[in-house]
Nanobody
């Protein structure tokens, strides 16, 4: 069972930036695609960014051009750089494999975009 721990969230003004980190308990990046998901209050969890073992990336239309997913396999860590943040980006952000493993959901990290 892989454990994932997210960090880096916080309160930021519209137009600001944050960098999220996801530390994995084991080296899985060469095997599994990893993704960042988010869940806003009253909404379903959605995939926002994905990175494959080969390094290819995909983004939800709502974040494309503003968010960048990357990884450091030596550190077993995946990152999400978020720029030009909008109030609608407010959510709890999680990382997990693709498809997600139920046993690997962490606590997530809260991102709040507000003036």
């Amino acid at each position: 069972q892989v454990q994932l721990v997210e960090s880096g969230g916080g309160l930021v003004q519209p137009g600001g930036s944050l960098r999220l980190s996801c530390a994995a308990s084991a080296g899985i990046f060469s095997i599994d695609a990893m993704a960042w998901y988010r869940q806003a209050p009253g909404k379903q969890r959605e995939l926002v960014a994905r990175i494959t073992p080969g390094g290819s990336t995909n983004y939800a239309a709502s974040v494309k051009g503003r968010f960048t997913v990357s990884r450091d396999s030596a550190k077993n860590t995946v990152y999400l750089q978020m720029n030009s943040l909008k109030p609608e980006d407010t959510a709890v952000y999680y990382c997990n494999m693709v498809p997600p493993r139920g046993s690997s959901w962490g606590q997530g990290t809260q991102v709040t975009v507000s003036s």
